[in-house]
């Protein structure tokens, strides 16, 4: 079964709007949240994180927002601009049970691909 | 370039051939992960070292699949007796292992097999 689903395969906003990707999740366990961005024929690259104690972090024109009770978190992008057009992962991760810290493998959602349009 | 690097980018096999590829982490990174994503799918996480100590395996990871990192730095991944379905975008990438927040996973560009 899917732990993290994305259930929006793609997703077209103007530029200068604000742009909104949600994820849904069913493992209430997980410890921390992250978004990726992916440009075609590169690999994914970290765009922001949130603990599962926190409800909200921002980085610039990008926030997240955790609600643990629906088990839910979307990331908003404001204002969003043409080279924001790729896809987007959602991914969630237990911290690690060994020693040193860190995390486990991520799971990932089946990603956005959101379209900006002038 | 001190991001982390995959060899090939680009691999071109017949069904039945063992194929390897290689995995660059971080130099400071003592974390590397391998993940497998297939069109249309996210990454799906493969398994993962600490140092050179492989610490998980996903039951994806069948046992034509083997994962060495035996000097803690870079890795390797070997794909025997290929099969078509193993074509797909093979990812790596590495972190700190050290508590929250550096939980952030940064990847490298990834590997394309291609089972012919």
């Known amino acids: 079964d899917q732990q993290v689903k994305q259930n929006s395969p793609s997703l077209s906003v103007q530029e200068g709007r604000i742009s909104i990707l949600n994820c849904d999740y069913t493992?209430?366990?997980?410890?921390?949240f992250l978004w990726y961005k992916k440009y075609p024929a590169e690999g994914p690259t970290f765009l922001i994180s949130i603990s599962s104690i926190k409800d909200k972090n921002e980085d610039g024109r990008f926030t997240v927002f955790l609600n643990k009770s629906a088990k839910h978190l979307s990331l908003h992008i404001v204002p969003s601009q043409p080279g924001d057009s790729a896809v987007y992962f959602c991914?969630?991760?237990?911290?690690?049970?060994?020693?040193?810290?860190?995390?486990?493998?991520?799971?990932f959602g089946k990603g956005t691909h959101l379209i900006i349009q002038p | 370039d001190t991001g982390v690097s995959q060899d090939p980018r680009h691999k071109i096999t017949k069904r039945g051939q063992n194929v390897t590829f290689r995995c660059d982490p971080i130099s400071e990174h003592n974390r590397l992960y391998w993940y497998r994503q297939t069109l249309g799918q996210g990454p799906e996480f493969l398994t993962y070292f600490q140092n050179e100590a492989q610490l998980e395996k996903s039951r994806l990871l069948s046992d034509r699949f083997s994962a060495e990192r035996p000097k803690g730095s870079f890795s390797t991944l070997e794909i025997q007796r290929t099969e078509q379905g193993d074509s797909a975008m093979y990812l790596c990438?590495?972190?700190?292992?050290?508590?929250?927040?550096?939980?952030?996973?940064?990847f490298g560009p990834g590997t394309r097999l291609t089972v012919l």
């Open positions: 990438a590495s972190s700190l292992g050290w508590e929250a927040p550096n939980t952030e996973q940064f």
């Open positions: 991914a969630a991760s237990h911290l690690t049970k060994y020693s040193g810290g860190g995390a486990d493998g991520l799971t």
């Open positions: 493992n209430s366990m997980f410890d921390y």
